[in-house]
């Protein structure tokens, strides 16, 4: 019933920019608190950033708090992650969720629909 495509991932110099986009589809957007989630190869799904469903409250990874920026634009059914100062370890494939409630969440087991995933690769 929901659907969420990433797209703007690719590849990166380290110190460099990007900004991942979350589209949502089936189900009322602003419904839902959204989060981003990434893995890299031979690692577990990592907490990256979330935001609730009004975006009056966002959370973030120790490892990514001051370089990456979640926002969101319920108007466009679209959350955002804007990626500065990156680093060779933000390398991974980056997820977008949706939670099961209206509140931000750093957990896991909150997010109850996901997207496919865009790859982010940052070069040294």
């Known amino acids: 019933q929901v659907q969420l495509v990433e797209s703007g991932g690719g590849l990166v110099q380290a110190g460099g920019s990007l900004r991942l986009s979350c589209a949502a589809s089936?189900?009322?957007?602003?419904?839902?608190?959204m989060g981003w989630f990434r893995q890299a190869p031979g690692k577990e799904r990592e907490f990256v950033a979330s935001i609730s469903w009004s975006g009056g409250t966002t959370y973030y990874a120790d490892s990514v708090k001051g370089r990456l920026t979640i926002t969101r634009d319920n108007a466009k059914n679209t959350v955002y992650l804007q990626m500065n100062s990156l680093r060779p370890e933000d390398t991974a494939v980056y997820y977008c969720a949706g939670a099961k409630g209206i509140a931000a969440s750093t957990r896991l087991y909150e997010y109850v629909y996901w997207g496919q995933g865009t790859q982010v690769t940052v070069s040294s």
């Open positions: 089936g189900r009322t957007f602003r419904n839902y608190a």
